[in-house]
């Protein structure tokens, strides 16, 4: 089985004014985290917007990053489903139209008990025929995971063989896997936009899952440590930590205006419900972060001013 490591950056589900998917600027943001050095791609997952999608829109948007990506590094598919019916219609959509992998949560809708979580993912691994991801996420959308049942499901069912850890202390949850798994696990990667990743790759992360805005950045980031640079590493977060912050309170609004502001999308829209846009204020400090941090991209540099106002799709 593949063994994956590094940055596997999340591009967003860019939308046009109609608020429709907009696959051209999807292709410029896969393209961009190719050009920026990401070492895999992963969505639709929820720093995709894979909520406010259709289930037709997220097979879409699956087939546009394989294609788009033309096996230039492994792309891993967001599957996670109401029920295991629902996450294997996605799972053999992804293997069919060749995915390197897939990752799903627990079922987002109603919550599962163990055995059902443990039927879901022998459904998924079943109908995918690929590596799986087990996405350990909080609520609303995620159902906590303990490090020990997450051990078992590896240990278990054939094909789960990686973690993405994003509950908190997400290290210590790691170090727990860690210390019960056994060769059948491949490897744990950190997500929370790399927040806490200095610390997860000393505890033997294998990568991280941020959204892909500064995926120049988190890939400096990674191959200063991987390069054993732990001082260059920190100096290159210190300065996107205050980025990351933002992006903890407002998620995809950030996302997509730090991208149109570097030209790779043409708006920031967004999809409700539950919509968080960015205010005066907002695009002030974000201005103000932009002015440091803009100073590490290698790609795709600053070209576009401020949004005035930000309108949301429905």
């Not at 063994?3 to 292709?27: H, K, Q, S, Y």
Request: net charge negative; glycine share 8%; proline share 6%.
């Amino acid at each position: 089985m593949t063994r994956f490591r590094g940055v596997f950056t999340i591009p967003v589900t860019p939308f046009d004014d109609a608020g429709a998917v907009d696959e051209a600027a999807l292709r410029s943001c896969v393209r961009f985290c190719l050009d920026a050095g990401a070492h895999g791609l992963v969505a639709p997952v929820n720093a995709s917007e894979f909520t406010a999608l259709t289930d037709e829109e997220r097979q879409r948007v699956a087939e546009v990053i394989v294609e788009t990506a033309e096996k230039r590094i492994p792309v891993v598919i967001g599957v996670s489903g109401t029920s295991a019916r629902h996450a294997a219609l996605f799972a053999g959509h992804a293997r069919r139209i060749g995915a390197d992998a897939v990752i799903a949560m627990p079922p987002y809708a109603r919550k599962a008990s163990q055995a059902e979580i443990a039927d879901y993912f022998k459904v998924i691994t079943a109908a995918a025929e690929l590596p799986v991801f087990i996405q350990n996420y909080g609520p609303p959308v995620g159902t906590p995971l303990s490090a020990a049942f997450m051990v078992e499901l590896v240990e278990t069912v054939d094909g789960v063989a990686y973690v993405k850890e994003e509950t908190l202390p997400a290290g210590q949850v790691m170090s727990q896997v860690f210390r019960l798994a056994g060769p059948r696990l491949h490897g744990v990667m950190g997500g929370m936009a790399g927040r806490f990743l200095l610390d997860e790759y000393r505890r033997g992360a294998c990568g991280t899952m941020p959204a892909c805005e500064v995926t120049d950045v988190h890939v400096a980031l990674w191959n200063a440590l991987e390069a054993g640079d732990e001082a260059g590493a920190r100096a290159i977060f210190n300065r996107l930590l205050p980025l990351l912050n933002l992006e903890w309170l407002y998620g995809a609004a950030v996302y997509k205006e730090v991208l149109r502001r570097r030209g790779v999308i043409p708006n920031a829209l967004l999809r409700g419900p539950g919509l968080h846009t960015l205010d005066a204020f907002d695009h002030r400090e974000l201005d103000a972060i932009l002015a440091d941090v803009s100073q590490l991209f290698t790609v795709a540099p600053l070209v576009a001013e401020p949004a005035k106002e930000v309108v949301a799709a429905d």
